[in-house]
């Protein structure tokens, strides 16, 4: 390996699959996608580690795949955070502008930032993000109020946290591998950055990743992300559905699900049954094809009305204009977008990953990863234009730019 | 929302959270990272203590004996000596001059010493000393070329021959062949100083070299009966005076960018000379005389038979330099005029 060439993984280790990608960024700008590994996930329950061992067993197993896939081994992990322990809130602060001149500084700006961020948090919490919303001086809307003229300077920051040992468990998963977490990415903004373009998130967009054991959302407006969320609710509470309401095992009712589940009930004809296996061997029966998408769809409806709910007062529909995004492995429902549609009010769709992503890494189930990844080409780049930045803020430029 | 101060402790995040877990908690995959990985930082730092210690150990040695480092290998004695030279000195001298120790290895010659030695003989202009492994010292040598001969002594020893070169070096001349050291005139009227115990270089050798060296080439017939060389009026008029057995005295203008020109004028008085077989000439000056188109030498003709005593006598040169012999009687010159050269006759 160069020293210009770093390997970094994005693990996302979800309730019904850990996944893992690699990718070979060089020079700290271009970023390839050389390995991925996937495995079957264990004893990890709505997103949380419940059973250390059999969880590292899986992640490791995924991590070693890909690593034998990639022909490298990896200098870093960028993980996702995922989990019903999460939680977020929203602080704001306000400043008024110290110079005479009212010309905002670099110090007024660092001021209002620390005081939004300085909530306490209740015991054994911990941050996780904590995303900034637009600056407003003086009402307006402002990217960057450095030098800009005005009285009041104010900034809010949509805080997540949380629980301090799932976080820890996640993380330390991880280094049972012996491989640093450079960074711990909510799993909703992975997958939102990455299903969404720069101009929905301007618009106004809601990505709803609808996971095995949790969905994740993120509310974007303006360009950065409003609000997020986790909810323990996901594919794996339709195939649960599924097996109560038709007296399956667990494994037959995903089958089912997979076959003839759907977001929507489509299906007129009450008559219609479809087969358990169709191969016609003991055992074999069949079921109406109606109930179990009226299964599945009414499951698929509750999780939308509580997202929706929990958006609360977030959630205005003329404000998102470009509607909502579905991903997740739970996406490739038939009817969901219909479902969502029909719940929120605004139009929703399937999420697609950006045409230069190879063909095999198109399934909504990457998109996390995909957009860990992302997040990692972009600290990078970030830390390098940095470092040129320290360069160019060098004594001897510092010492002419005044000349 | 306030503006004061924020009195909060400073909220946690993530990476508060310590990252380092116990081995048991790793996987055996994740062991065997960390094994590698903890090899690997012993084997650097051991590489570091390593290379710390060799520096230390060389600093130690270097300041307690440096000819440790600087022979750090016992390589095989010097069995053979190569010479290389251009000249007539033996590989016996060269061998006896280095004096080398019999059990000496290559790395352990100084060849800086080595070097001084071979030059202080004079005859060595330049010596290049190298090691050929495994056991042959390079000798190559450029020597010094005679022009002529000084008769000086040093002390109360007694007078001896030296020989000097071009770039005015004195040295006593070894291995050259007689013949050769027989037909080089004599340096006259030279003031010699020591120093160190050697003779310093003689001023104004460039100018003598280059005076006979076209007399050798143009007229060797006259040049073979030059005996005399004297330098007593180099300094001051910038003339240097030849002494032959058929002129005892010819003077020579070394402001003249040219000798050749000298040397063609001394042919034709000499010829002119000749066909008064009475009245050889005794002096010719080719300083003066000079016009444009030709040239008018003053030429003093012997008028009786040749004294026994003056120019054939050799002069002893040494810190003390012989006077330039004196003229017992001024003679009116007779001045040969209208001596056109012809480059054709050289």
């Not at chain 1, 470092?387 to 730019?401: E, I, Y």
């Amino acid at each position: 390996m160069s020293s210009r060439t770093k390997y970094i993984g994005a693990v996302e280790i979800g309730t019904s699959k850990v996944t893992v990608l690699i990718g070979e960024l060089s020079q700290g700008r271009s970023l390839s996608i050389i390995g991925f590994g996937e495995c079957q996930s264990r004893g990890v329950l709505k997103g949380a580690v419940m059973d250390f061992r059999s969880a590292s067993d899986a992640t490791h197993s995924a991590l070693l795949a890909a690593e034998s896939n990639a022909g490298v081994r990896i200098d870093e992990v960028y993980l996702a955070q995922a989990g019903g322990h999460l939680d977020g809130f929203y602080n704001e602060a306000s400043v008024n502008v110290s110079a005479a001149d009212n010309m905002v500084s670099a110090i007024d700006i660092d001021t209002v930032c620390r005081l939004a961020k300085a909530k306490a948090l209740p015991d054994g919490r911990m941050v996780v993000h904590n995303i900034r919303r637009p600056f407003r001086l003086d009402g307006r809307l402002v990217p960057d109020p450095e030098h800009l003229v005005g009285q009041r300077l104010e900034v809010g920051y949509w805080t997540v946290h949380g629980q301090e040992n799932k976080i820890a468990d996640n993380i330390h998963v991880i280094r049972g591998f012996n491989v640093p977490v450079a960074e711990l990415i909510l799993t909703s903004l992975a997958s939102g950055t990455m299903v969404t373009s720069a101009e929905d998130r301007q618009n106004g967009v809601l990505v709803i990743d609808i996971g095995g054991g949790t969905t994740d959302y993120a509310l974007y407006h303006d360009g950065c992300a409003y609000t997020t969320g986790v909810i323990s609710v996901g594919g794996s509470h339709l195939t649960n559905d599924l097996s109560l309401g038709l007296r399956l095992t667990e494994g037959q009712a995903e089958k089912l699900k997979l076959r003839f589940g759907s977001g929507t009930v489509i299906t007129r004809d009450k008559s219609e049954k479809v087969w358990l296996n169709g191969d016609f061997a003991i055992g074999d029966r069949q079921f109406p094809r109606q109930a179990i998408e009226q299964i599945t769809s009414a499951r698929v409806w509750e999780i939308f009305e509580v997202v929706k709910k929990k958006l609360g007062v977030s959630f205005v529909p003329e404000r998102l204009t470009a509607g909502i995004v579905l991903t997740g492995g739970t996406s490739k429902l038939p009817g969901i977008a219909e479902a969502a549609a029909k719940v929120f009010g605004v139009t929703a769709r399937l999420g697609e990953v950006p045409g230069y992503i190879n063909e095999n890494l198109r399934d909504p189930g990457f998109s996390t990863a995909l957009g860990l990844l992302y997040f990692g080409l972009n600290s990078s780049a970030e830390a390098a234009v940095a470092g040129q930045s320290r360069r160019r803020n060098g004594f001897f430029s510092r010492l002419f730019a005044n000349a | 929302m306030s503006t004061h101060a924020n009195t909060n402790p400073p909220t946690r995040t993530w990476r508060d959270i310590q990252q380092s877990i116990a081995p048991k908690a790793m996987s055996s995959e994740g062991r065997k990272r960390l094994l590698a990985g903890t090899v690997k930082t012993v084997c650097v730092l051991f590489g570091v203590c390593l290379a710390g210690w060799g520096v230390y150990e060389a600093v130690l040695t270097w300041e307690k004996n440096p000819m440790a480092i600087k022979s750090p290998v016992k390589s095989v004695p010097v069995k053979t000596v190569n010479l290389r030279t251009d000249g007539v000195l033996e590989k016996a001298w060269v061998t006896r001059t280095l004096a080398l120790p019999k059990s000496a290895g290559l790395m352990e010659l100084d060849l800086q010493v080595l070097k001084t030695r071979l030059l202080e003989s004079g005859q060595i202009r330049t010596v290049v000393l190298s090691r050929k492994f495994p056991d042959t010292l390079v000798v190559q040598i450029e020597e010094r070329t005679p022009v002529a001969r000084v008769r000086a002594q040093i002390g109360a020893a007694l007078p001896k021959d030296y020989l000097v070169a071009r770039d005015g070096v004195v040295y006593e001349g070894l291995s050259y062949d007689p013949a050769l050291i027989g037909s080089l005139p004599y340096l006259g009227d030279v003031g010699m100083k020591l120093s160190r115990g050697r003779f310093q270089p003689i001023e104004g050798m460039d100018k003598v070299a280059e005076l006979l060296s076209t007399a050798h080439v143009n007229i060797p017939a006259l040049y073979r009966n030059w005996q005399i060389v004297s330098l007593a009026r180099y300094e001051s008029d910038g003339f240097i005076i030849v002494r032959s057995k058929e002129v005892k005295e010819i003077t020579f203008d070394t402001r003249e960018s040219d000798f050749f020109k000298q040397v063609a004028l001394l042919d034709m008085v000499v010829a002119e000379a000749h066909l008064q077989p009475d009245r050889p000439a005794r002096s010719v000056n080719l300083a003066i005389g000079e016009s444009q188109g030709c040239a008018q030498v003053p030429v003093v003709l012997e008028t009786a038979p040749e004294s026994t005593n003056s120019p054939n006598k050799l002069p002893a040169t040494n810190a003390r330099p012989a006077a330039p012999s004196a003229h017992s009687a001024p003679q009116r010159p007779v001045l040969f005029t209208n001596l056109r050269l012809n480059p054709r006759e050289f």
